[in-house]
């Protein structure tokens, strides 16, 4: 006979980003049924997920979307108690580290307190739901690398102070009210979902319209700062696995190594056979107040609990996304007119 055990469900804040996407795929290939959460505007910006779509009238749809917004608790509440997933996977904020100097309110909005009214509508609808909280190595900040578990908190940005307090109220709420909670601290992931404005898709883009004949200058900020840059599909399996502990604990994920943003020009720029200095220039408008000098992090202790290691590190990335965006311009991909009757 048919087994009557019904899919695991998940919840996904931010499924169009570049995560939510992979999540997504993740969830769905694993037999979940996955909702996610998008927030109602004039323009569609599911193209990242519209891959996974299929017509919600078809027996085997997995894949639900829900118009709502972190800034609406009730709407929150209202939707965990109709869904009553097993898992949600919060990943959705104002997550660019410039742009949360410009709008440091709404960041400390939509990251911050958007997780508090998250935990709140599990805590309140009483959902024995997992919870996954993206935590970021900007929360590290000026504290000097390797950043692991139990590494100080000095936040350099609007956005990292957010994440910090996102990342306490995750904790706290494991503590006070015994909800299964994490803190997954990634630091910075890639891939050509990218979005363009982040500095690493900014640069392969460029490349591939350089090499194209479509652009002659990239203008860039601090190509000093040094990160630890790993590649997304390879993060959001850590976010799954992370939930698939007996125990609620946080946990750092990244690649261990430490590269400069110029080391990744070179690499995007050689990969596609072109010198970067001929086309590279520093412009002070993409300088940050406080800057960010080195994150590098130490996934010992994923790497112990669930097997987690990264494969994939920034030379092969480059490669990779420069490669994405070379034939994307070859093929002169364009956007098609889209409806999204999927969304209730």
């Known amino acids: 006979m048919p087994s009557t055990q019904r899919a695991k469900r998940a919840i996904i804040t931010g499924i169009t980003g570049q995560d939510g996407s992979y999540l997504a795929e993740l969830l769905l290939s694993k037999g979940y049924e996955v909702h996610g959460l998008i927030r109602r ?8 997920i519209d891959h996974l779509y299929h017509d919600p009238h078809e027996e085997d749809n997995k894949l639900f979307l829900h118009y709502a917004d972190l800034a609406d608790g009730s709407r929150l509440s209202t939707l965990m108690m109709k869904i009553a997933p097993d898992e ?47 935590s970021s190595s900007e929360m590290f900040g000026a504290t000097p690398p390797p950043q692991d578990e139990n590494t100080p908190f000095w936040p350099r940005s609007p956005y ?29 992931h890639e891939s050509p979902r990218r979005g ?3 500095v690493t898709r900014k640069i392969t883009t460029a490349v591939a319209r350089i090499a194209a004949g479509l652009q002659s200058e ?23 696995q992370m939930l698939q ?13 430490d590269h400069s943003v110029k080391d990744f020009v070179r690499f995007s720029f050689e990969h ?12 002070d408008r993409y300088l940050r107040p406080t800057e960010v000098d080195s994150l590098v992090g130490d996934a010992s202790m994923a790497h112990r609990d669930f097997g987690w290691k990264a494969s994939v ?8 996304m420069v490669d994405h965006d070379i034939a994307a311009i070859s093929k002169h991909v364009v956007d098609s007119p889209k409806i999204a009757p999927w969304v209730s």
């Open 41 to 48: 505007a004039s323009t569609f910006n599911t193209e990242r």
């Open 313 to 320: 590190h920034p030379e092969e990335l480059a490669r990779i």
């Open 160 to 188: 990292g102070v957010a994440k910090v307090y996102a990342y306490w109220a995750a904790r706290n709420y494991r503590e006070a009210y015994g909800l299964f909670a994490v803190n997954g601290i990634l630091f910075n």
């Open 272 to 283: 596609a056979g072109l010198d970067w200095q001929k086309y590279v220039r520093l412009d």
């Open 245 to 257: 502990e007996e125990r609620a604990s946080d946990y750092v994920v990244g690649t261990g190594t």
């Open 88 to 134: 949600v996977y919060h990943l959705a904020a104002q997550s660019h580290v410039r742009v949360s100097f410009d709008e440091p309110e709404y960041t400390g909005d939509t990251t911050g307190l958007g997780t508090i009214r998250l935990l709140e509508a599990i805590r309140q609808t009483h959902v024995p739901a997992k919870f996954y909280q993206a």
């Open 218 to 240: 990239l203008f860039l900020g601090n190509l000093d700062a040094r990160r630890d840059w790993g590649y997304a599909p390879e993060y959001v399996v850590a976010m799954w």
């Open 196 to 198: 363009k404005t982040f």
